[in-house]
């Protein structure tokens, strides 16, 4: 069943309602992506699984009939054959083994952030922690130094924006990219590995490089700052992470179901006209795979829409399904593991000192997260 006045859905605070309710007139609803993008949002768990591994379906955006362009980089935008060879080439820039030797990196630069607001007794979670903390650890992973950053985190924040042109922002960041896998100076970054394999050409490798940048670190911080924000809103559940009611693995695979930042960020296009749970979509329409809506399914969550970190985990969607699946899916959990255990361990007395400020990107985050607090100094 469809609605027949398209609503309008847009990442931010009222995301996780307005799925509900979207979820509650049927599996395949049309809305207004950001407001103005005509898309079919697909609300249940069991239709995403499908439409993820659908070959009817495409994440290729040049097949949208309406022209609009999407936000898709390097290889997400890719299908099939294809896709399969260039995201192997760039699995072992996000191997097992190399995440976690990060381990100790992230530990280091976490414990600097989080003293380093310490003795003011009040910080901005999001700026001073979580975004200053994803963006090291992408420098780290691609070989970028530190102070070089400003050269493309204001790009890469552009392409992020759902509306307006991206061109120049992409130009530049391909830019600045293309020079540092031609200079080859990164020494401990992923880009010389990337570049010495026959498998890509120098135009992949730096597309490459931008799919790491731009899909890791945004995403990153915002599930940080959501997750944060979630911890504030139920002390219960963030004294059941610091006494270890809960454990760390169990707390981020409910955090990341319960407030993930890619809630609607995920879309497929129709290459053909294909009847998806009784609903038929013509060819060339967006589909939004609604993974906040898989998320807090009543049918396989109980309580679905309750904080709980001592809930045995059974699968969220955030990191999405099929051949798509998430590259970086274990850095991210590394990540918001080091990051939140520390703040909740250090942090006594969390609580907001002003209104959170959620942000307008293509994902669901607080750009500024207020808090004040007791420190725990040696903790
Ligand atoms: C909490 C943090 C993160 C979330 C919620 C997240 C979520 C996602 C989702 C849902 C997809 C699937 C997109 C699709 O099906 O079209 C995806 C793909 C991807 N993510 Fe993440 N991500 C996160 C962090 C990261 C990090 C840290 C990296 C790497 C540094 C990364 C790299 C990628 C890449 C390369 C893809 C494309 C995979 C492909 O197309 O084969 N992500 N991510």
Known sequence: MTTTRPAGLVPGPAI???????????????????????AWLL?????????????RLTSDGSFLSDGTSSVKFGFMGVDGAAHARLRRSATSALSPRRVRALRPYLHRITDDAVGAV??????????????????????????????????????????????????????RLFDYLTTLVRDERPECGVLPALAATDALSEWEVVETAALLLVAGYQTTADLIGSAMLALIEHPEQLRALRD?????????????????????????????????????IPAGERVVLG?????????????SDRLDLTREPAGHFSFGRGPHY??????????????????????????????????????SGVAHLPVAFTAVHGA
């Open 16 to 38: 996780y309602e307005d799925l509900r309710r979207l979820a509650g007139s049927g599996p395949v609803v049309k809305v207004l992506l950001h407001g103005r993008l005509p």
């Open 326 to 363: 998430c590259l970086g899916a274990s850095l991210a959990q590394l990540e918001a593991e080091v990051v939140i255990t520390t703040l909740c361990r250090r942090l006594r007395g969390l609580r907001l000192a002003a209104e959170p400020v959620w942000h307008t990107t293509i994902f």
């Open 291 to 303: 993974l906040g809506s898989a998320n807090r399914d009543p049918h396989r969550y109980a309580g």
């Open 43 to 55: 609300t249940r768990p069991e239709d995403i699984a499908h439409a993820a591994v659908d070959p």
């Open 118 to 171: 310490l003795p003011a007794g009040h910080a901005d979670l999001v700026t001073d922690v979580a975004l200053p903390i994803a963006m090291r650890v992408i420098c780290e992973l691609l070989g970028v130094p530190v102070d070089e950053r400003d050269h493309f985190q204001g790009a890469a924040n552009e392409m992020l924006v759902p509306s307006g042109d991206r061109a120049p922002a992409r130009l």
């Open 244 to 280: 270890g009611t809960s454990t760390a693995d169990k707390a981020i695979e409910e955090l990341l179901r319960y407030c993930g930042p890619m809630a609607i960020g995920v879309t497929r296009y129709t290459k053909e006209a294909v009847t998806l749970a009784g609903t038929t």
